[in-house]
């Protein structure tokens, strides 16, 4: 699964503001529970189910039949997950034959009392005629998904004009059991067969490969889909609805793009890379993509980023991208990546518990990295790994297990843990035994644990068995431990003796890293290489050198997960930017001059940096620069300029105009309008916004304009912005519109604000609660974990605020205005 985390981290300061204003203190008793490895008191072997769907009213009509066998021990009862539904009858089935069966249903767990007592290894299949009424049930979501009612019915009614209606299943972590009775946990493996009744126009996706549709009398068509390699349950998936179906191939496979119609044209160049990852990661893994097919399809209102499901992967709405959004590149191609790599690492072998999550989620996530090795180049790979890296730092989560047994609750596994810091331990581990090592590694751990549910010591295990290499170290200290080395790195030469020093402390708090480390000398161009161990609270280190080093550069791969002070000098980090040259290496010495920006070495690195072929460089070096320094931008200011209007990157042009845009300086007026219309909507958006700063007028005039061409992205957050500054009531319905086109982004949560002391101010009561409903909207979409519910309140507050201020004014309409009041009241949270 890829989380979706556009929020998390954006506003995770205010999670943490609102605790402490709130004064909570934690429970902590949940961490005397083990979460123990699931018993597997019987075993799933095959599934079958039969599903039509009352739309309407949001149920599900089922027919399952579960073929199961006692793991080992003798048994003549069967506990199974169903939670939530109307259980009509339980069988036992016999060749032909349905004999009743006795059972005991408290909303969650079916127990049936069966017809006798097998042994173990001895097969049996079961019959539940059942119904399943999702939106009756309530499931507490997580970081990854906002609520876990597992059966998903999307504008059911069609009561939404702008909406379809869908169907779409979510099963991670336990959701498959609120619509199919099941063992609903991850070390669980059954094969399966689904027939799902729907409206024949529709189309249906599920695990494994389409056999046969059926048309039926009633306006029905009955699809079937046939798995028949194992997996697990929360891999299950059912998806529905009136999809354009843009068909691809990978080796005489199909791979289908389900996407909404309008997107038909442009399917393949959201989704059209993976046939060529199917290829790389086949390569990498030395594992064919094992399974029948693989089919992607985007759902509207997911409660998460994307999800797994074997051979039936869901992407959320956000990855349809129009052409114009792909202007500026394919903003999900990482995810399609990170759960295309899932098809091995999760689905193919398993966690086999929620306490090992990483094996499932670390993979994934270190996947993003290897595909943009693979196909962009190492510095794209080196972003990635900064931002997964930087991810997990600002998390607080240092006092973590990358795999613990002691946790509130499962959905608390999915976070920068299990996915960032899980994959960072992998680039080490890679960067410690070496390419070939590492891959042949993981080609041993899934061939061993095909089909397979596994543990972390089983991934060591295949690493110790390919290497001969003693892993435990590694493993207690970065799988079975919390936390990351904070290092203190002095560097001196003495001539008199020519040693170079280095000094390395650790200063984290309760625990010492073993750390095996690259340590590179520069003398020029010159590098050489040393390799070390940093193991103690205190190591010293001395290095033979005939002159003092240009640079001595330590952890010379950047692979290392920590945090680290160093006293280099500003001649050290130019030195660096210009030999050493790696993506971190360069953005380590970009950051270090931006914070001596009089000085004019810093000021020629930087100009340096502005013309780096790297455009994730050049981004940071616009961003460093400090517009109020005057010989800073009589250096730099018409480099920047040129970047505006040329660079290849339409991103880098848009933080160029940002950067133009702090001057305030009338002269770019032109520039800024000559853009207004460019292709990408970040550049539109940026020129937007830039303009309002020079001419209020011309841009309120432009936003007005642009928010007629179905704007999206930076540009529809602009034109939002420049409209709400304006204050005009007149343009409210272009306000609205703009606001509820933009994504759960921190743009539309500062917007947020704005929009509230807007509304304080409009007289029309039914645009206030058109407005405030739209704020209620957004404030709905967000997990309630994330703790902005009351800070959102806190701005429909000021609302009635406003609003208790206009009573008293002189001619006030107070009916008009205590109406208004009492509607943002009644929105508020309690």
Known sequence: MNKQLLLLTALLFLVFVSFAQDGEIQDTSWKKIYRATPEKKHSLIHTRLEAGFDIPNAYLN??????????????NELELDAKGMDINE????????????KYDYDGLTLKISLDKTYKGGESFTVYIDYKAKPNEYKAKGSAAISDAKGLYFINPKGEEKDKPTQIWTQGETEGTSVWIPTIDRPNQKTTQEFYLTVPAKWVTLSNGKLMSQKPNSNGTRTDYWKMDLPHAPYLFFMGAGDFAVVKDTWKGKDVWYYVDKEYASVAKKIFGHTPEMMTFFSKITGVEYPWVKYGQMTAHDYVSGAMENTTATLHQEGAQQDARELVDGNGWEGTIAHELFHQWFGDYVTTESWSNLTLNESFANYSELLWDEYKYGKDKAAFTHYQAMNGYLQSGSEKKDLVRFYYADKE?????????????ILHMLRNYVGDSAFFKSLNLYLTTNKYKAAEAHQLRLAFE?????????????????????????????????????VIVKQTQKDKIFILPVAIDIYNG????????????????????????????????????LCTKKENKTIDNYIHQY?????????????DFVSKKLDDAKAIELIKQALADPFDRIRNLAIQRIDVKKVKLMEAVEPMVAAIAQKDPSRITRSIAVDKLAETKKAAYKELYSSLLNDSSYTLSGSALNALEKVDNAAALAEAKRLSKTNPKGTLSEAIGSVLIKSGDETAFDEIIAAYGKMGLTQAKFNLTSSLANFLGLIKDTEKVKRGVDEIVKFRNSIPEQFGVTPVIDNMLKTIIGKKEAAKKEPGADVNALQAQIDYVKGQLKN
Do not use: C
């Not at 210009?578 to 970009?590: F, P, Q, S």
């Open 90 to 101: 339980v069988a036992i089935v016999k060749g032909s034959t349905r004999s009743k069966l």
């Open 525 to 560: 161009a010159s590098k050489t290489r040393h390799t070390v161990w940093v193991e103690n609270a205190v190591d010293s280190f001395e290095f033979a050198s005939s002159t003092q080093p240009d640079l001595i550069n330590f952890d010379g791969d950047k692979v290392l």
């Open 412 to 424: 608390d596994m999915f976070d920068a843990v299990s996915y960032n810091k899980g994959g960072r």
């Open 578 to 590: 210009k030999h050493a040259g790696l993506y971190l290496d360069r953005r380590e010495a970009v």
């Open 465 to 501: 068995e390919v290497t001969g290499k003693d892993l435990n170290w590694f493993w207690n200290q970065w799988y079975f431990g919390s936390g990351h080395p904070a290092l203190d790195i002095n560097y001196s030469y003495d001539a008199a003796t020519q040693k170079a020093k």
């Open 62 to 75: 089922g027919k399952a039949w579960l073929t199961l066998k006692p793991h080992f021990y003798a048994s």
